[in-house]
């Protein structure tokens, strides 16, 4: 292959691989983080094909990290300079439903808590009283890293949170800052 037949081929090929990210972009619009990164690179590599074919030079440098010209310094701007990146956001994944019983009980742990009232963050149909034994039933919407903050207040009671993590044993929600 002659020297001018192997820069058209790079050419054309920076040109093809161009159009296909231009495909994908309509085609996947809200990329996984590892297509954006693969997708990123393949980009950057087929805008620097092609822009070592438009006369002049580019000096890309940023100090101790990269110094480049050329067709490997418009590598290196198309692939620091992500804007996509700054528009996109991440996708928050539905949260689970998840049946929550347990007991609301004295600082010490000795006796169940009456008529206390039990909420949930960020749900605001999950609310419960707890009935004479201080145990409670309610379904409550748990984000999938399975955390869910309960407010308990009432029955003579100082108010309190906890911080529970999903599960199937019985919830027990006690003032643990008291004495």
């Known amino acids: 292959m002659t020297k001018p037949q192997e820069r058209m081929a790079v050419f054309v090929f920076g ?27 393949v980009l950057a590599l087929a805008v620097a094909g092609v822009a070592g074919f438009i006369p002049g030079f580019l000096e ?17 701007l198309i692939y620091m300079n992500t804007p996509a990146q700054i528009v996109t956001s991440p996708t928050r994944r539905p949260p689970i439903t998840w049946h929550a019983s347990g007991r609301v009980e004295t600082h010490d742990g000795q006796t169940g808590v009456a008529g206390a009232d039990i909420q949930v963050d960020e749900d605001a149909n999950a609310h419960a009283i707890s009935k004479p ?4 039933d309610l379904n409550v919407q748990a984000w999938p890293d399975g955390q869910v903050l309960f407010r308990v207040t009432g029955s003579g009671q100082r108010p309190f949170t906890k911080l529970v993590r999903v599960g199937t044993e019985p919830v027990v929600l006690r003032d643990e800052s008291q004495p």
């Open 15 to 41: 040109v093809m691989f161009i159009v296909a990210m231009l495909i994908l972009a309509v085609w996947i619009p809200t990329p996984t983080p590892q297509q954006y990164e693969t997708f990123k690179i």
């Open 60 to 76: 890309v440098n940023i100090p101790k990290v990269v110094r480049a010209g050329g067709a490997i310094g418009v590598f290196v």
């Open 133 to 136: 034994d201080g145990s409670f």
